[in-house]
Nanobody, 125 residues
Framework: VQLQASGGGLVQAGGSLRLSCAVS????????VGWFRQAPGKEREGVACSGSVEGNTYYADSVKGRFTVSRDNVKNMVYLQMNSLKPEDTAVYYC???????????????????WGQGTQVTVSS
């Protein structure tokens, strides 16, 4: 499984960015996917995740109502639409995918095995 994240950049507070993650080597239909971020000096956190079962999504409280995770299982792509960005959203963002069974309530808490390289998102005030 290979994941390639892109779309990061520098944006002013209040702006928007759309991150993309190209997944290859697997059929995405059966995979949980997620976006995580890590800011300097902080632990990695799950931002938005989408389970293999439709409707099973999770958003961190800090991004609810502003971020949207979506997937195109035909194109094997995962997206993170980020609106109303804040300086505290500044971080390296990573996409992840895993095909193992997970039935927990928070698909971001799953121990993902496959990770892409990060893409930097910087939000200026």
């Amino acid at each position: 499984v290979q994941l390639q994240a892109s779309g990061g950049g520098l944006v002013q507070a209040g702006g928007s960015l759309r991150l993309s993650c190209a997944v290859s080597g697997v059929t995405l239909d059966y995979y949980h996917v997620g976006w995580f971020r890590q800011a300097p000096g902080k632990e990695r956190e799950g931002v938005a995740c989408s389970g293999s079962v439709e409707g099973n999504t999770y958003y961190a409280d800090s991004v609810k109502g502003r971020f949207t995770v979506s997937r195109d299982n035909v194109k094997n792509m995962v997206y993170l639409q980020m609106n109303s960005l804040k300086p505290e959203d500044t971080a390296v963002y990573y996409c992840a995918a895993d095909g193992r069974v997970y039935s927990g309530p928070n698909v971001c808490q799953f121990d993902y095995e496959n990770w892409g390289q990060g893409t930097q998102v910087t939000v200026s005030s």
